[in-house]
């Protein structure tokens, strides 16, 4: 019995025994066999006490071996069980999978458990290892499923992340009116996708309600701490956002072109609205709008806009930023810039953009002066004196006097035509630009009309001849007074339009034939 019980320990040592069971009872039946040959000589009730104890000595040998041999059957259970998890089959869930392994496992260990079972022991090991499996194969399973969620909320975070830096950021950037109100649409558009994905992620792996809600919350937080981060980047660069707000607003007009600062401009409304636009992006950035109450949000950006008013009148009425040591009714978690860092921006900003309105107001008089420019008293004594004899000449000659005045009644009118005032309004460069361009046109035009007011004044006395009845004795009497003046009226028309002449002259009766005007000799009537 000693050397089959050697073996039987070699055995042991190298993994589970096939019928451990059977091969005890084997040995325990050869040892008991051979107590009772020997014990029959001895007092019955003497040798049954002693029988009683030699097999519970035998047993309580073999009890240590029996319970690691239950530790390998429970061990080669639960990699079988791992193994099947470790891969579902086509259209198969998690819930099913495990449930299925789970019975494929305990159903193993029964198996081995009752190959090992010893006959005529009463052991409760095996139930107690029944139920350790069974908990080890639904905490293999729970482990499973936490690290699948845990990988499927982090996975959604991530997205969120990605999908709130290619949209919140450009938010930011541009910093509309609308921006939490945007904002919390783009949250809520975000989170409603990635539940719906995490949702989709962890179906079939039991997830309860409690649990889901408790992923969108961790969901939804790190969604909302991303949005933070995000917004304390751009509020720390408030302040040359402020100075670009201002810029945008001062120096460029309401269709976006640059000002050119003329005379009609009211420079201080102008910087005074510009200030406006830059405290109202101050006060954007001074708190998360999305997680705060309109309300609050309100008498913020009313205190803000507060600044912009150098000396307020009257007594201070609601929420003093000039000495509030933080905001009112707001979650610290939720402040962005404190009211000193935000007195401070003010401040700055204020000093800097001071230079561009200074240089805006000197441009605009240097322009109004450019515009009323009036040449000083002796350069018009000056033009007097030296423009003397001219003067003289033109008065003592009228027609350097109708000259004169006929140039300077087409230069009025090309002024007037190439509309100078409105061009300059532009600027130096772009009105002279402008000019040079209409100049040649608008002299043709003009011209051109000089031309056509020409036909009709001269085709008036023409028509007016033409109506009148014949001629009398009193007219024949003046017809050599006439004829002068209608030889001198037929040259010069003559140049301007040689065919209207000829027809002209021959309702006058007047020779056109190419001899010298002063042959020409009125018909016999």
């Not at 790190?222 to 980047?233: A, D, G, H, T």
């Not at 636009?277 to 950006?301: K, R």
Request: charged content about 25%; proline content about 5%; glycine content about 6%.
């Amino acid at each position: 019995g000693d050397a089959r019980w050697v073996a039987l320990l070699d055995e042991y040592s190298k993994g589970i025994i096939p019928d451990f069971g059977e091969k005890v009872a084997t040995l325990v039946d050869a040892v008991m066999s051979g107590y009772d040959e020997e014990a029959h000589y001895f007092d019955s009730k003497v040798s049954h006490e002693r029988r009683e104890v030699l097999l519970e000595d035998i047993h309580g040998k073999v009890h240590p071996v029996f319970e690691t041999q239950l530790a390998l059957a429970s061990a080669k259970s639960l990699n079988a069980y791992k193994q099947r998890m470790q891969t579902l089959s086509q259209g198969e869930t998690f819930c099913e999978r495990a449930d299925k392994a789970f019975e494929q496992a305990m159903q193993d260990f029964d198996a081995m458990a009752g190959a090992l079972k010893v006959p005529g022991t009463a052991w409760k090991t095996e139930a107690a290892a029944r139920e350790a499996l069974k908990q080890d194969l639904q905490a293999h399973a729970e482990s499973l499923k936490a690290a699948h969620l845990k990988s499927s909320l982090e996975s959604c975070c991530e997205d969120a992340e990605e999908k709130l830096c290619g949209m919140v950021a450009p938010l930011l950037e541009n910093a509309p009116r609308e921006l939490w109100s945007r904002m919390e649409s783009i949250i809520d558009n975000v989170r409603e996708e990635e539940c719906s994905s995490l949702v989709g992620k962890v179906a079939g792996y039991g997830v309860h309600d409690d649990e889901k809600a408790e992923m969108f919350a961790i969901l939804d937080d790190s969604i909302r701490m991303n949005v933070k981060k995000l917004s304390k980047e751009a509020a720390n660069t408030i302040l040359p956002r402020m100075k670009d707000k201002f810029s945008e607003s001062f120096h460029k007009d309401a269709e976006g072109m640059p000002r050119m600062w003329t005379p009609s401009l009211d420079i201080s409304k102008i910087a005074k609205e510009a200030k406006q636009d830059a405290a109202h992006l101050l006060s954007q950035f001074t708190v998360i709008g999305c997680n705060v109450d309109p309300g609050a949000s309100s008498v913020i950006e009313k205190a803000i806009h507060s600044l912009n008013e150098p000396n307020p009148k009257g007594p201070i009425t609601g929420f003093d930023i000039h000495a509030a040591p933080s905001w009112q009714n707001i979650d610290s978690d939720n402040v962005l810039l404190t009211p000193a860092q935000v007195r401070s921006s003010w401040r700055q900003f204020s000093s800097d953009v001071a230079l561009s309105v200074q240089q805006a107001v000197a441009t605009q008089e240097a322009n109004r002066l450019a515009r009323n420019k009036v040449p000083p008293v002796w350069a018009i004594l000056a033009m007097f004196v030296l423009g003397f004899n001219e003067l003289v000449s033109v008065l003592r000659n009228p027609l350097w006097l109708i000259t004169l005045l006929i140039l300077l009644a087409f230069a009025r009118t090309v002024y007037v035509e190439l509309d100078v005032e409105g061009e300059m309004q532009n600027g130096l460069l772009p009105g002279v630009m402008a000019l040079s361009v209409k100049f040649v046109p608008t002299v043709q035009k003009v011209v051109y009309r000089v031309i056509e007011a020409g036909k009709k004044m001269m085709e008036g006395p023409h028509e007016d001849t033409a109506e009148s009845p014949g001629p009398t004795t009193e007219s024949r009497q003046e017809r050599p007074k006439h004829e002068h003046h209608t030889q001198d009226g037929n040259g010069l028309r003559r140049r301007i339009n040689m065919q209207q002449d000829d027809h002209i002259a021959e309702d006058m009766d007047i020779d056109t034939s190419p001899t010298p005007m002063g042959n020409m000799s009125r018909k016999d009537d």
